[in-house]
């Protein structure tokens, strides 16, 4: 069946009244001629004039180029018979209750995983982390037009990133008992905190050992302090490093630059792109963190003295310290599959003309091809005739 994707283009047929009113002008522009029979003619046997349309078959070409050209505009499509509508999918996600999901949507559709491949349910999976939001973004632009999706999801998904995925195929999401399953994770990395302090700094120390041991109990062992002067050398697997002294030295600081993270107290924010990390309760900024190279830099504007940092003897103050050494975290990948229910984009146009573009066939490459033919022949066909005239 023929579809026309942009219908509007066939206002472009009111040009069809061009081509009639330039042929009939052009019939209009005569020059009389005096004859001296003429004035013998009676006035009541005065010749009539008949409306004749000069060079038809030019019109006719005329007006079929005009009506092609509109055709054009209005972009025909033809719909592909080879859309197979009645072979709907049933994507199922690693970890959902299959019988659950059988019992709820029975047993028609193609029923296949959502892994790499998407393989039919009797091939063996692979036991390796499944990237769901990307495998429901490859779907959608792998999967012909016309069919629907049923996409059988357990109540706790993995495999996800920060953006809310967006499905151009109309879909169903059901949520059935189970959960994505678990990824293997690497035990948590030790930390080793290295303190290189200033001797009327050393009061400075307790509030960090306090900070250590906080950390050590929420997670046992996973943290020490490595307390030294200034003077003593970073090892190279250093990675977090309290500095209580002056600036930081030319190597300390190419250190920071090839990935390091190093707080610093006291010092001012130098950089007019630091951003302020902690503030007091009146909101005076007391430190700010900003880049140097790969590493990254806090600058405290005190010491580690409660009269200069009150923020020290706070509840908190070992969390706040923790995650401004990490950084930030990455987004979670594991949420209730209720809430993360995929968005259907076919309201975006985009997404319209990307799936009409898999399920109908173009006709603009032939259109635009025996345009070009009526034009060669129309310009052959009107200077022909103007040639034969002057001879």
Same mark, same amino acid.
């Given at each position: ?19 009639? *009113? ?233 250190? *920071? ?6 707080? *610093? ?127």
């Amino acid at each position: 069946m023929m579809l026309l994707l942009a219908p509007l283009g066939l206002l472009a047929l009111f040009a069809l009244v061009i081509p009639f *009113v330039l042929h009939l002008v052009r019939r209009q522009q005569l020059t009389d001629t005096e004859f001296a029979a003429l004035r013998w003619i009676s006035l009541r046997t005065q010749p009539q004039r008949h409306l004749r349309i000069e060079r038809p078959w030019l019109l006719l070409l005329r007006l079929l180029l005009l009506a092609l050209l509109a055709l054009l505009l209005a972009q025909p499509v033809l719909e592909s018979k080879s859309v197979d509508r009645d072979a709907d999918w049933v994507v199922v996600a690693p970890g959902a209750d299959l019988a659950a999901a059988r019992s709820r949507i029975g047993g028609a559709g193609e029923w296949r995983w959502l892994a790499p491949g998407f393989p039919s349910l009797d091939a063996q999976l692979a036991s390796a982390p499944t990237p769901t939001a990307s495998l429901l973004r490859e779907l959608d632009a792998q999967l012909p037009a016309g069919r629907k999706l049923t996409l059988v999801v357990p109540e706790q998904l993995d495999g996800l990133d920060g953006e809310r995925v967006q499905l151009a195929h109309a879909f169903d999401w059901i949520v059935v008992p189970g959960q994505s399953p678990a990824v293997a994770t690497m035990p948590a990395e030790k930390r080793q905190l290295f303190v290189r302090f200033d001797a009327d700094q050393a009061a400075g120390l307790d509030y960090l050992r306090a900070a250590v041991a906080a950390w050590n109990v929420r997670v046992p062992a996973c943290c020490t302090l490595d307390a030294q002067s200034l003077a003593t050398p970073l090892p190279a697997d250093a990675r977090w490093l309290v500095w209580l002294g002056a600036d930081l030295p030319a190597d300390v600081t190419a250190w *920071v630059e090839q990935g390091g993270v190093a707080l *610093v107290a006291p010092q001012a924010a130098k950089d007019g792109d630091a951003n302020v990390l902690w503030r007091d309760r009146g909101g005076t900024p007391l430190a700010y963190e900003h880049s140097r190279g790969a590493g990254r830099l806090i600058s405290l504007s005190g010491r580690l003295d409660p009269a200069q940092m009150p923020l020290l003897l706070d509840d908190d103050f070992a969390q706040r310290l923790f995650d401004a050494l990490r950084g930030p975290t990455p987004a979670p990948t594991r949420a209730s599959a209720a809430a993360v229910e995929p968005l259907h984009a076919a309201a975006a146009a985009a997404s319209d003309v990307r799936q009409v573009g898999r399920a109908l066939r173009a006709f603009d490459p032939w259109l635009a091809l025996l345009i070009s033919a009526l034009l060669l022949a129309e310009r052959w066909l009107a200077t022909r005739r103007r040639r034969g005239a002057r001879t």
